[in-house]
Nanobody, 115 residues
Framework: QVQLVESGGGLVHTGGSLRLSCAVS????????LGWFRQAAGKQREEVAT???????SYADSMEGRFTLSRDVTKNSVYLQINSLRPEGTADYYC?????????WGQGTQVTVSS
């Protein structure tokens, strides 16, 4: 059974950093892609970054620079490092996975940036 469990969200001041984690199961190599999305209140969910099974990472155009996606296959986990957080970064951040054209989502982790 596919499970994605996010953690690492919280309250941070403007300019601060957070590292979000997503523990995946059953095995990270089962997934064609893994990614991070975010959804702010009243807005559509948007892609932040994704990584393919082969390790190729891509970022949404508006997200490059302050976001870094990484993967640790020994821990079956993907991470999202967010630096220089701004109030507009306040959102629920979701881990997403695809396997054979099916998409799975985690429950999300909330990030709140105070000004």
């Amino acid at each position: 059974q596919v499970q994605l469990v996010e953690s690492g969200g919280g309250l941070v001041h403007t300019g601060g950093s957070l590292r979000l984690s997503c523990a995946v199961s059953p095995n990270i190599f089962e997934f064609n892609t893994l990614g991070w999305f975010r959804q702010a209140a009243g807005k559509q969910r948007e892609e932040v970054a994704t990584i393919t099974l082969g390790g190729r990472i891509s970022y949404a155009d508006s997200m490059e620079g302050r976001f870094t996606l990484s993967r640790d296959v020994t821990k079956n986990s993907v991470y999202l490092q967010i630096n220089s957080l701004r109030p507009e970064g306040t959102a629920d951040y979701y881990c997403e996975a695809t396997i054979r054209s099916r998409t799975y989502w985690g429950q999300g982790t909330q990030v709140t940036v105070s000004s």
